[in-house]
């Protein structure tokens, strides 16, 4: 939305002139909004951008603290260009401040400067720094390259005889993560245990917006009264259904 009334903007003002919006049309033209609105639409497109990453089925804790940990250091990245005057990062404010070489940069670089820093500091309170250095971590997504004397004395053993088997070093080659702790948690209790614990909890709230979407589509206004229940299971399943099988193994009743 605002990358779209971003380019549209001179055919806003128009708009605005002959509506006779004066106080509108005199706050949109000022160089000030138009600066912040270019910040905001390369800012939201990042934001968006960050936000694909954190759906989907297929996920995990793991990869949303990769993605976190990737979006907090180019926050801390884009700080450190825009307190030299470089706004490269921000591809819609730098070619309007190209444009209009007489605006006072300082002004800007510091609104920008101080939303970043708040910006900073909202993603630390919300996602806390897990330490990647921990030795669980450690074990649950790297379990051959483990430094087994920094595990607890209860995993040592076991975390080295896992270390040993070159067949489950093939399979956590070629297997998914959550995959391939589900086959060894029978051989390797322990740490198995460990590595799911990390692995299982829902990392973000996609399902449930999922499953919310899916029960605005079944259950209408004309059919208030419906038992979701399974329907709603039809719809979420990743499986597809037999259909053929169904039909086959259902017992015919011709007509008498």
Known sequence: MLNRLYKLRDKVKIFLQKQKQDKLYETFREEDFQLSLAYLVDFFEAINNLNLKLQGRNTNIIA???????????????????????????SHLNELLSE????????????VLSHLHSLAEEFMHYFPNVSMENSLWTLMQSPFNTDVELLRESLQEEAIDLKCDSSAKRDFETMKLEEFWVKYLSMYPKVGKEALRLILPFSSTYLCEAEFSALVVLKTKQRNRLDVENDLRCALSSFNPRISDLVRKKQQHPSH
């Open 100 to 111: 209009k070489r007489n605006i006072q940069q300082y002004d800007v670089t510091k609104e």
């Open 64 to 90: 949303h603290s990769d993605v976190i940990r990737d979006f907090t250091e180019k926050i801390h990245l884009w700080k450190r260009k825009v307190q030299v005057g470089n706004f490269s990062s921000f």
